[in-house]
């Protein structure tokens, strides 16, 4: 009895059949269901010819361009536009293969994407950086073979979206809470789809992304194939993708209800003295950086050169000696704050006898601590050690977090004086939840404490393009707060006012405008990612059932 059709459409198997060098079919022998599980390319007698060989060959360096391509629409490049071309090429390296080769495929994508996007965690251990290049990598190549799954399905161009954003929602949140570096949708905050996070978040930017990279891919197949209607609908689909955000209209004017409409905001870098794992090894040293800066900053004030500043922003670990622990480190904090006669919001590490914290707090003149938030989303190896008693002792870079930091539970919500904003801290601004829930809480300004000093330029960099897909996103203007680089200042157009440079003690003094008003992402909150994701997934388990039907019925026929 002969073997059913593999692909779930005649279309599908037509199309594997055009886009493959086949050999003559021939008729069903003992070995075909072995020769059929090991081709890497889908041919109809399942064999592995010269020019298949070749073949898979031009797949592989496709995925890995793709990798580069989409590299290379992030910082320090930021050629936007080559995120969908490397999206196109991915998905036409896979088109026809199946998933076992296509994670394979995805396996090299992630190869020439993650390990340089993350090079910048070098200073801290290669060994560091490249385990969690590989994590990253290995989670693509689960994209890979989801992707090549769903490509034999009606209507593939659509579901392949789909699986994208269940693939960033998954690394998003696993292992030990996810990373979610390296999402297409933070690599357009400098160009045209960026405005559509206002709309989706940056679920819906990574999904449009995606789909102009896809209908890309889809004009090549049709075009290969001779279908006219494919390429009429590959072709819509691409217009609508580069014209419709040029409709969407960002939601700069914003109401102002609760509060003043506008803010005098003060950002204080004032540098470390040593970059890299020892920027914080000597006391004292970044904690009078910042007050040194906050004091020019007010004599700025008093020569009638800058404005007085309704709110001060230091960054995350500014005072690298605890306020609340140390008398020393209080009198600092407090001759800033007199000295800038404006509340300070400060980084700080709050540490008791039960918890640790990593933590923005409010301080006052002549009061002290009013208001405290504490990061959320702790680093894993960072900030706390997974299995410690397993891996702790034989590392001893490990014995610079001899305790574990406590996660906070507060939305990020604080009032600075004036200023109720939505605090996040470093790179707690790659997720969505976190700075939507502050906005939502009634956060009228974004802030962004952070400490790039272990990091470089190029991080920096990275998270500052996340930074203005969140201004975009929520419609109010962001102040990123970094020791020594870079300090930035974002209008809620995404449009970057004032950038630092690195390693410079410096600070802004900038009016910025306040808002009440919701976006239309905020009010969706999480939902187009949990309606995309699980879209993707049903993909996958309908390529699935189809798999397992069609075994059981040649089993059953075998019988």
Known sequence: MTTPARALSQDDADDSRSLTAVAPPRPAGPNRRTRHRTAAVDTPDGRRTAHSRTQTGLRLLGAAVAGVLQLLAFPPYHHWWT?????????????????????????????????????????????????????????????????????????????????????????????????????????????????????????????????AGTALAWLAVSGALGRQKGLAGAAVVLAACATGPLAVQLP??????????????AI???????????????????????????????????????????????????ADVSPQESPRAAALVEEAARAARAPLLIGAVITTATTRENAGVVWEAGVGETERYAKRHLVPFGEYVPFRSLIAAGITRFDRVPRDFT?????????????????????????????????????????VQSNNATYGEIQSQQQLSMARLRAMEHGRAVVVASTDGISAVISPDGTLVRQSAMHQATSFVETLPLRDSLTLADRAGGWPEAVGGLAGLLGVLLVMMGSLRRRLTTKKGTQ
């Open 83 to 211: 995120a969908p071309i490397g999206v196109a090429v991915l998905v036409g390296s896979l088109y026809g293969v199946r998933a076992r080769f296509g994670a394979l495929l995805g396996f090299v994508a992630g190869l020439t994407f993650f390990v340089p996007l993350l090079a910048w965690m070098r200073p801290v251990g290669s060994d560091a950086w490249l385990l969690l290049s590989a994590v990253e990598v290995g989670l693509t190549a689960g994209l890979g073979a989801a992707l090549a799954a769903v490509l034999r399905l009606r209507g593939w161009a659509a579901w392949v979206p789909a699986v994208w954003i269940a693939w960033d929602a998954v690394r998003a949140r696993w292992p030990f809470g996810g990373f979610s570096w390296g999402r297409l949708g933070f690599s357009q905050d400098e160009g045209p789809w960026g405005r559509l996070a206002s709309i989706g978040g940056v679920s819906l930017v990574t999904a449009v992304v995606v789909a």
């Open 268 to 318: 204080i870098q004032g540098n470390v003295p040593a970059n890299g794992m020892d920027a914080f090894d000597r006391s004292y040293e970044v904690l009078s950086n910042h007050v040194k800066v906050t004091e020019a900053m007010a004599a700025a004030v008093a020569a009638g050169t800058v404005p007085q500043p309704d709110a001060v922003i230091w960054p995350e670990n500014a």
């Open 252 to 265: 700069t004017a914003g109401q102002s209800i609760g509060g003043p409409a506008q803010a005098v905001v």
């Open 407 to 447: 996660p906070g539970t507060g939305t990020g919500r604080l009032d600075v004086g004036p200023v109720r904003l939505s605090d996040v801290m470093c790179f707690e601004v790659a997720y969505d939840g976190l700075v939507r829930a502050g906005v939502r809480d009634g956060g009228r300004l974004i802030s």
